[in-house]
Structure formats: structure tokens, C-alpha cells
């Protein structure tokens, strides 16, 4: 009984190879553009939000209030908690203090330069970045104040105590940084007398968690430190990638609705070519189910066939589309194959079985008399 | 004898207008070969479609081997058909993509169980055992129709109905196809030709002649003429077959 049925399977797409073949086309170009709308769609927001978070950190761990005026550092390893560090891009610990350089009040950061470096990429130095304890990165706006150059000493008073520093370089940002200067951590723990404390955590969250739940694993890990966001950088990132979440996934729906007519409009013509042959088998005894069976069979092969082709060619168009707007290759989603399956399958068998059924509602005799 | 298709006042209209029959009353023996005559339009088509369960009446009742088919559910109407019915049609209606025996083997797949030997013999017996495998496409029209009949025959139905069997033939097959027909009555196979032509009609026991979808009550001359010529007459409405 089975073997009749691939029997009479195989037999009409052998003898049906065009209209087998130009169903397959149908169904892989749906695919195609389902897949490729889905792959752009997740990878370009992967993408944007990771270009995002180079404009740099989204969060500040400051000192929550009661708690007095400075974090411990030696709490930083919270930072590196198994349940966070994968939210986390990075983060750079900074002490703040207001000294006295060349008679005027000057802010002064120490920090981790290699860490500052990499979340907060935007800055930019004329010079170089400090590499040792006594080297500092002095803001443009105070370089210019000031009249320091590169290689210039620089004296930083804090109340009784001194340390003196040797320009390194000089930094561009655009922001408040280049009215401070910025030298390393234990400089600053050294000058203002507070050695492993801070003033504040600078942090970037990863482009591919959620800034709510960040938030919320921080405050849990670290009560001490009150979690703020930086609302202008955040916001700005969350509503962009929002509308932009929005706009593709209607895209993807539309070309899923206009491929899924195209295949649709295909698939039905095809089936009501074969009118006749419904018809017969309805008149030789066959029931709705058997001819649905064989129908099914023919279309769900057609939705495999045309579906593994679309996933394929839907993955090398998002690579193109990845290539050229992007300059790099976009990574396929791994959805992509069960995207590209269920779109051919479920195109497939329900335009192929709508026409059956109604096909099958026309009285036999009716069709065979070609009326 | 227990008729094996009876019908009484039955009626087929479509949409509330066009009456394609009106009122027949017949009654088909079993072994019997019938030919239903008329003009185009005239009900043939309609009625053996009705036999066949392939269409349903506005009004009446068709007893087909004893059970009012026209009480059939959809479910039981293919049942009916597959097991009871064998049709021939004019156009043939050959699936293309199968060969010769797989098309007879079509009919026993939706029967019960397809066995390839039986539908080889089915057409050896039509004389196309040098065609099994060829497709549709590859043979003349006088051997797809031959081929229609083996599938028509293949399950033993009660009843094998034929749409204007030879209407597409040339002389020639159109007589291959007649002996067939000649043969399977001798063999006792219940026979319902559908034909406009007079030559055909004329080789059956007897003929109905419709006529605007009411059977045509036969005049004296013409049941002198057939039986002059050894044919049966038609049945009038409510007329007794004679026996």
C-alpha cells in the first residue's frame, strides 16, 4: 500500500519535473527572504548594539547613600562573579578628588588605564596613554589652562601631601574628562590618603543582555554600591534598538506574507491543474484523506526540497547583505534551517491541501465533465 | 430477478432551475446491458453519474444491490464506488505520469490491496499484455480506452458504467472496444452505456432513450425494429421490463 503511494509520488514528479521545479522555486525564494529578514534582523541588532556600546559605559556604581563616601576596591571581584561577568564588557574603577595643580583646583582621577582604555575606546590622546605610576593624562581643557605640554611636570597638591607626575599625553573627549587629570589608581590612593577605596565604578553591560537585569544582578552582588544608569547613553541605545527591533521584524513579516502568497498563488495554480486527476481519484473510489495523503506527500516533499534550498540561499544573501553594508560577515542564526523547513513546509501544505479540499468539495462528476 | 438498479421518480436540478431529469423511473436486472440514449443535454451523463454516486438527486430514490444509495452518507458513497462501480469515460482519464498497469493498479490501491499480476492479466485480457509499461502518452486512443476498461474491471464491480465509451475512437477501436463490451455481458458483467450513437446503442438489450431529462415512452415501430434486430426495448415510465 505504501509502495504504491511512493510509487504514484515518484511517478508524478518525474513526469511533473517544471511545475515540480518551479514549486521548489517558489517555496526556496520565500524561504530565501524569510531567512535572510530573520538572519539580518538578529545579527544587525547583535551588531548595532555592540557598535553602541563602544560610545562607551552605560552604568555607574557610585557609593550607595549610608554607606559613606567610597567603595572598596577589594569588593571589585564582585565584578568578576560568574553570575555577571557575562553581562559585563567591562568596567574601570575610578577616585575622584579635587587637588591643587600650579595653584588651581584641578579634579583628579586615578584609574586603571588599561581599563579605562577599553571602556571608554571614543577617548583620544595626543601623546600616549600612561604606563607607569608617575605619568599622568591631563584634559585638554587643563593642558591648555595650565600651558603643560607633553613630557611637562605636573605637581598635584592634596592637602599636606605631593606627588608629582610627567605629562604622558594629552586627552580629547569631547566631555567633562578634559577638565580633569587622570593618573594611575594607586597615584590617587597614594595622594589623597585613601588606599583601596574608590569613588565610583564605570561600567559597559554587554550588547547582548538585558540593562534591567544587569542592574538587578549587581545590586544583588554588590548592596554596598548603588547601580545607576546612564540614562542619556542607555535610553538613547534601548528606544534605537527597540524601534529598530521593531522595523526589522516587520520587515520579516511582510516578506513572509508577500513570499508566502507568491508560493501560495504558485502552489494553487499547480494544484488546480490537476483538478482532473483529483477528480478521477475521487471517482475511482479514492476518499478526501487518501487524496489528501498524496497531496500532502507531494507538497511536503516539495516544502523540504524548496525549504533546505531557501535556508542555504538565504544564509549566502544575509552574508552578501552582511559584506556589503557591513564590511564583515554576518553570523547565521542557528534558526535559520528550522526558519527556512517550517516555512516551506507550512506554505507548501497549506495552499497545496487548501486547493485539495476545495477541490475536493466540487461534486466529481462536475470535473469530469470540464464544466 | 431482483433488479439490480431501480429508481424511482428522480429528479436533478441545478441551481432551482435547469431540470437535467426529471421523474425517471427505471429498473436495470442484474447481467443486463443497457444503453441510455438522447440528444446532448438530454440527462445521460446526469443519470449515470447518479448511479455512480458521483452526483446526488434533488428528489427521489435510487436502489442500487438492494440499498437507497441516495441515504448515503459521503463516506459511504466512496465506498460505494470503489467497490461496487466501474466507470469507463469518453475522455479516457488516464493518470499521465503512471504506465498502463499502474493505472489499473490505481484502482486497486484505493479498493483494498494493489497486486501487479492481476492488473498485468486485466490487461492482457483487454489484449494490451505488450503495453504494461507504457505511459498514457504512448498509446492510441483505442488502447487507453482499452486500458480504462481493465481498470474499470480490475475489482469486480457490480456495475460497470460507461460515459460515451467509443464517443473519441476511430472505427476500428471503436469495434475492439464493442467486443469487449459484447464479451464482458457474455461473461455476465452488468452493463449502463451512456451513447448518442444508434449503432452503439442498438448492440445493448435494450435502450432508454431520455429526452429533456424524462424517459422517452418507446413507440411500436421502433420496438418492431428492435426486435426485428434481437435488441430489447427501453422502459417506459412504469412499463415493466420485459423478460
Not at chain 1, 575610578?94 to 591643587?100: G, H, R
Not at chain 1, 565610583?200 to 544608569?229: I, M
Not at chain 1, 479514492?286 to 497531496?295: D, K, L, P, Q, S
Not at chain 2, 466512496?78 to 469507463?88: A, D, H, P, T
Request: proline fraction near 4%; aromatic fraction near 6%.
Amino acid at each position: 500500500m505504501r509502495e504504491m503511494t511512493w510509487q504514484i509520488l515518484l511517478a508524478s514528479l518525474r513526469y511533473r519535473k517544471g511545475p515540480i521545479a518551479g514549486s521548489v522555486c517558489a517555496v526556496a525564494l520565500g524561504a530565501t527572504l524569510v531567512v535572510a529578514a530573520v538572519n539580518l534582523r538578529l545579527g544587525i541588532m547583535g551588531r548595532l548594539a555592540g557598535e553602541l556600546r563602544n560610545y562607551g559605559a552605560n552604568l555607574l556604581l557610585v557609593p550607595q547613600s549610608g554607606t559613606g563616601p567610597f567603595l572598596n576596591e577589594t569588593q571589585l571581584h564582585n565584578l568578576e562573579d560568574s553570575r555577571v561577568k557575562d553581562r559585563l564588557r567591562g568596567y574601570v574603577p575610578f577616585l575622584y578628588s579635587v587637588v591643587k595643580i600650579r595653584g588651581r583646583d584641578i579634579v583628579l582621577g586615578g584609574t586603571l588605564f588599561t581599563a579605562a582604555k577599553a571602556v571608554h575606546p571614543w577617548w583620544q590622546v595626543e601623546g600616549r596613554w600612561p604606563r607607569e605610576k608617575g605619568e599622568a593624562l591631563v584634559g585638554l581643557n587643563v593642558a591648555a589652562k595650565l600651558g603643560l605640554r607633553l613630557g611637562d611636570p605636573l605637581s598635584a597638591v592634596y592637602k599636606s601631601s605631593r606627588l608629582t607626575f610627567s605629562v604622558a599625553g594629552v586627552l580629547r573627549t569631547g566631555g567633562s574628562e578634559e577638565h580633569q587629570v587622570f593618573v594611575s589608581l594607586e597615584s590617587a590612593q597614594q595622594l589623597t590618603g585613601h588606599p583601596g577605596l574608590l569613588t565610583s565604578v564605570y561600567v559597559s553591560s554587554s550588547a547582548t543582555t538585558r540593562l534591567d537585569e544587569t542592574v538587578a544582578a549587581l545590586r544583588k552582588l554588590w548592596p554596598e554600591a548603588g547601580v545607576r544608569t546612564l540614562l542619556q547613553v542607555a535610553e538613547a541605545e534601548e528606544k534605537l534598538l527597540t524601534r529598530l527591533e521593531i522595523f526589522l521584524g516587520l520587515v520579516a513579516l511582510f516578506v513572509l506574507l508577500a513570499s508566502g502568497l507568491s508560493v501560495f498563488s504558485t502552489m494553487t495554480k499547480e494544484a488546480l491543474e490537476r483538478k482532473v486527476e483529483l477528480a478521477l481519484m475521487r471517482a475511482l473510489g479514492a476518499g478526501a484523506r487518501e487524496v489528501a495523503w498524496i497531496f500532502a506527500c507531494e507538497a511536503a516533499g516539495i516544502g523540504v526540497f524548496g525549504g533546505i534550498l531557501g535556508s542555504a540561499l538565504g544564509v549566502l544573501f544575509t552574508e552578501m547583505i552582511g559584506l556589503s553594508v557591513f564590511g564583515s560577515l554576518v553570523y547565521p542564526s542557528l534558526m535559520s534551517l528550522p526558519t527556512g523547513l517550517g516555512i516551506g513546509l507550512g506554505v507548501s501544505l497549506f495552499s497545496s491541501l487548501w486547493v485539495a479540499k476545495r477541490i475536493a468539495r466540487l461534486a466529481p462528476a462536475v470535473v469530469l465533465r470540464g464544466e | 430477478m431482483e433488479p439490480l438498479i431501480l429508481s424511482h421518480e428522480l429528479s436533478k436540478n441545478y441551481n432551482g432551475k435547469v431540470c437535467a431529469l426529471d421523474r425517471v423511473s427505471l429498473e436495470i436486472c442484474p447481467g443486463e446491458w443497457v444503453a441510455v440514449m438522447g440528444a446532448s443535454g438530454s440527462g445521460k451523463s446526469t443519470l449515470l453519474n447518479m448511479i455512480a454516486a458521483l452526483d446526488l438527486p434533488t428528489s427521489g430514490a435510487l436502489w442500487v444491490d438492494g440499498v437507497d444509495i441516495v441515504t448515503y452518507t459521503e463516506e459511504e458513497r466512496v465506498r460505494f464506488r470503489r467497490e461496487k462501480v466501474g466507470l469507463i469515460f469518453q475522455h479516457f482519464y488516464l493518470i499521465p505520469y503512471l504506465t498502463a498497469v499502474e493505472n489499473v493498479m490505481l484502482a486497486q490501491y484505493f479498493h483494498s490491496m494493489p497486486d501487479k499480476g492481476e492488473a498485468e492479466e486485466a490487461l492482457r485480457r483487454v489484449g494490451l499484455g505488450e503495453r504494461l509499461d507504457s505511459l498514457p502518452s504512448e498509446l492510441s486512443g483505442g488502447e487507453q480506452q482499452r486500458v480504462c476498461i481493465a481498470r474499470a474491471l480490475i475489482n469486480q464491480p457490480k456495475i460497470v458504467l460507461a460515459d460515451e465509451p467509443t464517443g473519441n475512437l476511430d472505427a476500428t477501436n471503436e469495434e475492439t472496444i464493442m467486443k469487449i463490451f459484447h464479451h464482458l455481458h457474455r461473461a455476465g458483467h452488468t452493463l449502463l452505456v451512456v451513447t448518442h450513437d444508434p449503432h452503439i446503442g442498438q448492440q445493448a438489450d435494450r435502450i432508454i432513450e431520455l429526452d429533456h431529462g424524462r424517459v422517452v415512452p418507446v413507440v411500436s415501430s421502433q420496438r418492431s425494429f428492435l426486435k426485428n434486430t434481437n435488441f430489447t426495448l427501453s422502459i417506459p415510465i412504469k412499463e415493466k421490463h420485459p423478460t
